[in-house]
């Protein structure tokens, strides 16, 4: 049976947009972070999310949280969106106070819509089959003090992910939780994904805002106040001076710490939150090497081979597993294998598969260094 979203209800998507982006260095850089950057097809990482989210919500309807420097990049790529939704973090303070100031925002204008938390920069390919789950979380949030997670199904045992431990179901769509356990060891990972009913935590939530707030202000009880604070200022001459003086006040702390580990703590049929299992195409494209991994299952592979080259020609002699952008150059491979190299205008990065996750370090590094201008 397909579900359908109640024509009553009020879905509000708040896309959280401020990341850094450093493992997609050097063509990812601090003014142009990956989330603005056009990975995976047409429009970049930001538009397609608001994209597939604008079947069930309208510009109206969405809010966008980035960071001061990114303001000005994000409002052009998104001119349909009311200026004043484009907000701006005075500095960075991890997801839960972002989701915080979303639910006290919403909250003092409809308490009882549905506030959706996205990330800006992942990818998800079965745009149909992500819309019905967001209507059935939808469903599912306002028919209590719920709070719903999208998890979706581990096809390997990833430490660099949280997990969703499920237990009984509700419904054939949905589970409840047990617990969240987040970026476990290699062992435990391969437990989890053997038991069957474990979820990588996608980073996707949903709940109304009164549920959202009145959880903020259970579980973070010293800066809910901040948040408020802030929130009631909105519209306002105050809100911008408000939210650089209180914002910075906040506890530095994701959402999955703050709320929904502690939240779980209440077992799973006290708790109110519910996994909604989901297969709908999704990638967090974490870095060069999952680029390569999530293009080549894409078919965007040289033909007749395992390299995947965006460059204006090539020449290919035994080389294989191979990921190569430099697209104004022609590239060609003699003998080498499992190599990542990324060209820009005043950069070469040569790397493995291996060694893309230490693609952050080497940007840290680069900002003790003092290398401004290539960051």
């Known amino acids: 049976m397909k579900p359908t979203l109640n024509p009553n209800i009020d879905f509000r998507p708040f896309i959280l947009a401020g990341g850094s982006g450093t493992r997609f260095w050097p063509l990812s850089r601090r003014s142009y972070p990956k989330q603005l950057l056009s990975l995976n097809g047409e429009g970049s990482m930001l538009q397609q999310t608001v994209d597939r989210l604008l079947p069930l919500a309208t510009n109206e309807r969405m809010w966008i ?5 990114l303001r000005a990049a994000v409002a052009a790529q998104l001119p349909d969106l009311p200026p004043a939704q484009v907000l701006a973090e005075p500095v960075p303070r ?10 006290f925002l919403l909250e003092r204008q409809a308490p009882e819509a549905v506030l959706g938390l996205f990330p800006a920069d992942h990818t998800i390919e079965k745009a149909a089959s992500f819309e019905q789950v967001l209507r059935t979380g939808c469903d599912l949030a306002v028919a209590g003090d719920n709070i719903i997670v999208l998890g979706v199904n581990p096809s390997r045992p990833e430490t660099g992910y949280g997990y969703i431990e499920t237990g009984d ?8 939780v047990r617990r969240f356990t987040e970026k476990p060891n290699r062992q435990r990972a391969e437990e989890f994904v053997a038991s069957g ?6 980073g996707m939530f949903l709940a109304t805002a009164r549920t959202l707030a009145n959880a903020v202000r259970e579980h973070l009880p010293e800066t809910a106040p901040y948040l408020e ?3 009631g200022t909105f519209g306002t001459e105050r809100f911008a001076s408000t939210f650089a003086e209180l914002y910075p006040k906040c506890e530095n702390i994701s959402i999955d710490y703050a709320i929904i580990e502690p939240r779980s703590a209440k077992g ?13 195409g999704w990638n967090d494209l974490g870095s060069w090497a999952a680029l390569y991994e999530h293009k080549l299952s894409q078919g965007q592979h040289v033909q007749g081979g395992d390299n995947v080259m965006e ?12 990921y190569v952008h430099a697209p104004q150059k022609h590239v060609a491979l003699v003998g080498v294998d499992n190599l990542v190299v990324v060209e820009t205008g005043d950069v070469l990065l040569i790397t493995t598969h291996g060694g893309c996750q230490d693609v952050g370090k080497l940007v840290k590094q680069l900002q003790q260094d003092k290398q401004d201008k290539l960051i």
């Open 311 to 322: 460059a204006a020609a090539q020449s290919l002699l035994e080389s294989h597993g191979n």
């Open 94 to 103: 991890n997801t839960a106070p972002a989701a915080g100031l979303a639910a």
């Open 229 to 231: 604070e802030i929130a």
């Open 268 to 280: 799973e049929h006290r708790s109110g939150l519910y996994c909604l299992p989901a297969d709908f």
């Open 65 to 69: 949280l980035t960071n001061e420097s």
């Open 169 to 176: 179901k509700l419904d054939e769509f949905s589970l409840r």
């Open 197 to 202: 009913n474990y979820f990588w935590n996608s």
